[in-house]
């Protein structure tokens, strides 16, 4: 390869991901907005100020727009596998997942979001597969947290840690959306779910 052939190559690559972060910034707007059935991939070239065929050199359509804000989200739940991932007693380690994700749920855009694209899972399968394999990992590292409290003496016995932890996980979720449609203290209800955990699994 000639000399500044790899910074060509690498000037190019950025260029695109840029050109993607842009367009997918612009379908987030979107979706927000108009809602992802309303939305067209006419719409979200013009929020992003370019042409439809450009928008099809990046994305062959609206359902690899989505394709790629399920990979994103993956990525948004990292730091949360990271604190799962800790050794500290499990107790401790709940209660740091709890608070960190039900503050990140309670985002308005999140709520919006995640409502947006739940409703579109539940007449096409093949998104909700996208957005359930990102959960199901999420799920899973609770049960290994809730698993191990158990094996340490730190939480109850629980017949099905998966299904315990998978009721964590929705009535995380349930208490965010609640406190963002009705306009309630986050902290509050952060407090409250955490005790409400605590008391359910905790070891007498």
Do not use: W
């Not at 979706?31 to 929020?47: C, M, P, S, W």
């Not at 990525?75 to 499990?90: C, H, T, V, W, Y």
């Not at 996208?130 to 290994?144: C, K």
Request: aromatic share 6%.
């Amino acid at each position: 390869m000639p000399a500044g052939g790899t910074e060509t190559v690498s000037k190019r690559d950025k260029a695109i991901a840029q050109r993607r972060a842009q367009i997918l910034e612009a379908a987030l707007a979107c979706f927000l907005e108009n809602g992802y059935h309303q939305t067209g991939v006419r719409d979200i070239a013009r929020k992003a100020g370019i042409s439809l065929g450009n928008l099809y050199n990046h994305f062959p359509g609206k359902h690899d727009v989505l394709a790629e804000i399920a990979a994103l989200e993956r990525q948004e739940l990292e730091p949360f596998l990271k604190i799962l991932a800790k050794p500290a007693p499990a107790p401790k380690v709940m209660e740091r997942f709890l608070k960190a994700y039900a503050k990140y749920l309670a985002s308005p855009e999140n709520v919006i979001l995640s409502l947006e694209i739940a409703s579109e899972a539940i007449r096409k399968p093949d998104i909700a597969m996208m957005f359930m394999e990102n959960r199901e990992q999420l799920v899973a590292a609770v049960a290994a947290v809730l698993e191990r409290g158990i094996a340490e003496g730190d939480l109850r016995h629980l017949p099905d840690p998966l299904e315990t932890s998978q009721l964590i996980i929705e009535v995380t979720e349930g208490s965010a959306y609640r406190c963002v449609l009705s306009g309630g203290s986050m902290r509050r209800t952060s407090k409250g779910l955490q005790d409400f955990v605590a008391a359910a699994i905790r070891s007498r």
